[in-house]
């Protein structure tokens, strides 16, 4: 198992800022020679610490202008019927995020599309239709001032 000391969490850091940074260019700043810096990244990656690398896309750029988060109340609280909405959501290409959490709603869902009237019909006939939802909660994202997802 890899240890997550010091310089360990700042190659984690410095690669969560920017994944595409040179390997020399990381070793420099967390202090570690070149060949002992991709050891480690190596390592971390290895362990599946570090899963995967990923982009960061432009909403806008990509026609996509309403974000927001659903909490979704289920009507069954069977290992079934979660099993059946989680499949639903899983072929619902406007949930970005789908979470099963804690307290009074079941799952909590990111969703992100074109706009307000792409909404509607993701909620009326995609979450609308499912047999297992009982309640639906919208919170619409106005801004985001802090958003490290990457």
Do not use: W
Not at 50 to 56: A, E, L, M, S
Request: aromatic fraction near 6%.
């Amino acid at each position: 198992m890899t240890i997550l000391n010091k310089i360990n969490r700042k190659i984690l850091h410095e690669l969560s800022l920017d994944g595409r940074i040179s390997n020399t260019a990381l070793a420099e700043r967390v202090g570690l020679s070149p060949s002992s810096c991709l050891r480690r990244v190596q390592e971390l990656e290895r362990t599946g610490i570090i899963q995967g690398y990923r982009v960061i896309l432009n909403n806008a750029g990509l026609g996509i202008g309403f974000t927001a988060y659903i909490a979704v109340g289920l009507c069954d609280h069977t290992k079934a019927a979660q099993e059946a909405f989680e499949q639903s959501i899983m072929a619902s290409p406007e949930v970005r995020e789908c979470h099963n959490i804690t307290g009074v709603f079941e799952y909590l869902l990111r969703v992100e599309v074109s706009d307000l009237v792409a909404y509607k019909v993701f909620h009326t006939d995609v979450l609308g239709t499912l047999p297992q939802v009982s309640s639906i909660t919208t919170y619409v994202v106005m801004d985001s001032p802090k958003d490290e997802r990457a």
